[in-house]
């Protein structure tokens, strides 16, 4: 394929290309966006080590009945509406490693948002959740501790 054939096909399929420019766009910003956010995402394995090395405090967001099922063992559970970056869970938390679980990773990532906005420094959420930790074939407790 060469430039004349490329231009020709824009000049055949302009909703084709406008298409292909936007997701273009769209993709560059959303990895833009993710790289300057100021938290990390952590895959099973990062979370082992930052709990293992560092002594992360691990928060899972998950729904009581949800939390009993199946949770990170050492996490602590706070419900999602009240969730507050000023707890006294938190408190001391500012410069510590802060890791953020939910089921599936979508409400860890807006909480994560608003402890790097209250100035919490290391702030990492478990990209897909629990079903990754899960999945990754590593153990879960039940019940509430």
């Not at 959303?30 to 405090?57: D, H």
């Not at 939910?102 to 290391?122: H, P, Q, T, V, Y």
């Amino acid at each position: 394929m060469n430039f004349e054939t490329l231009m020709a096909f824009f000049g055949r399929h302009p909703m084709l290309s406008l298409a292909l420019a936007g997701l273009t766009v769209a993709i560059v910003y959303t990895e833009i966006a993710r790289l300057f956010r100021g938290y990390k995402a952590l895959k099973p394995a990062g979370l082992t080590e930052l709990v293992n090395q560092e002594g992360a405090l691990v928060i899972d967001l998950s729904a009581i009945a949800d939390f009993e099922k199946g949770h990170i063992a050492g996490s602590r559970n706070v419900i999602p509406s009240q969730f507050d970056p000023q707890s006294k869970l938190l408190a001391g938390a500012k410069q510590s490693p802060v890791v953020l679980v939910c089921r599936n990773g979508m409400a860890s990532d807006s909480a994560a948002r608003k402890l790097k906005k209250a100035g919490f420094e290391r702030v990492y959420w478990l990209e897909g959740g629990t079903a990754a930790w899960e999945a990754a074939g590593l153990p879960l407790v039940k019940g509430r501790n």
